[in-house]
């Protein structure tokens, strides 16, 4: 089976720059996705990383470390409309299984 | 990228009935569907997973007689919730692989969800 690790919360202000964690055991590996959600809504693609290393996108990137079985979230240059739970899913070979989800709340 | 529909967006029923929710690829050929469960303040938990054509497999813990799931077809799946209960009230999501154009695409793509209430 697989199982996630990541922390529960992370409060921090506008403009501050934010890292969610996230280790993982599983069977078999894809790779590593990470998911956002606001409030009431569905979660909404944000990154995949298959191979180590960084992946960039905008204000957020995304680092895969498989021989760690490690990845981050980088979130930076912090908004208010980032305030949402961010989720690490992996994948093996026919799904995605889901962390518990991380609620960042930004601050002004 | 790719767009998944679901209906109805919320529905609230008394417990003994059935509901059933939709799901649609709109612009690509989901040969692969997911159906997941998320109770507030909690994570997405897979329920089962369907391939076109074929029968549904369910995630250990799941009911497959009361969670009865139909893919019929590339563009459509459904989630029929029988004989619904209190405790069956949740946020129903569901998600689709599939081949886009000429491509096949890894990524899986959320519908926006169904609020189910049991009364």
């Known amino acids: 089976g697989q199982s996630l690790e990541q922390p529960s919360e992370v409060t921090a202000v506008e403009g501050a720059i934010v890292q969610i964690n996230c280790t993982y055991q599983?069977?078999?590996?894809?790779?590593l996705s990470w998911y956002q959600q606001h409030d009431g809504g569905a979660p909404t693609f944000l990154s995949y990383?298959?191979?180590?290393g960084l992946e960039e996108t905008g204000r957020f990137s995304s680092f895969l470390s498989r021989s760690d079985s490690y990845g981050y979230l980088l979130l930076q240059e912090l908004q208010m409309k980032d305030s949402a739970s961010y989720f690490c899913?992996?994948?093996?070979?026919?799904?995605?299984?889901f962390g518990a989800g991380t609620t960042v709340t930004v601050r002004a | 990228g790719a767009v998944v529909s679901q209906h109805p967006s919320w529905v609230i029923c008394k417990s003994g009935t059935s509901v059933k929710i939709e799901c649609r690829s709109l612009?690509?050929?989901?040969?692969?569907m997911f159906w997941y469960r998320q109770f507030p303040k909690q994570s997405l938990m897979l329920m089962a997973t369907?391939?076109?054509?074929?029968?549904?497999?369910?995630e250990q813990g799941v009911e497959k007689d009361k969670f009865l799931i139909n893919h019929a077809s590339l563009t459509l799946s459904t989630l029929t919730v029988t004989s619904a209960h209190p405790e069956d009230s949740s946020f129903y999501i569901c998600?689709?692989?599939?081949?886009?154009?000429?491509?096949?695409?890894?990524?899986?793509?959320f519908g926006p969800g169904t609020r189910l209430t049991v009364l």
């Open positions: 998600s689709a692989r599939g081949i886009q154009g000429l491509t096949s695409t890894d990524t899986q793509y």
């Open positions: 599983t069977s078999g590996f894809y790779g």
């Open positions: 990383n298959a191979l180590d």
């Open positions: 899913a992996v994948r093996d070979d026919y799904k995605l299984s």
């Open positions: 612009d690509f050929q989901a040969t692969t």
């Open positions: 369907s391939n076109e054509g074929s029968k549904a497999t369910y």
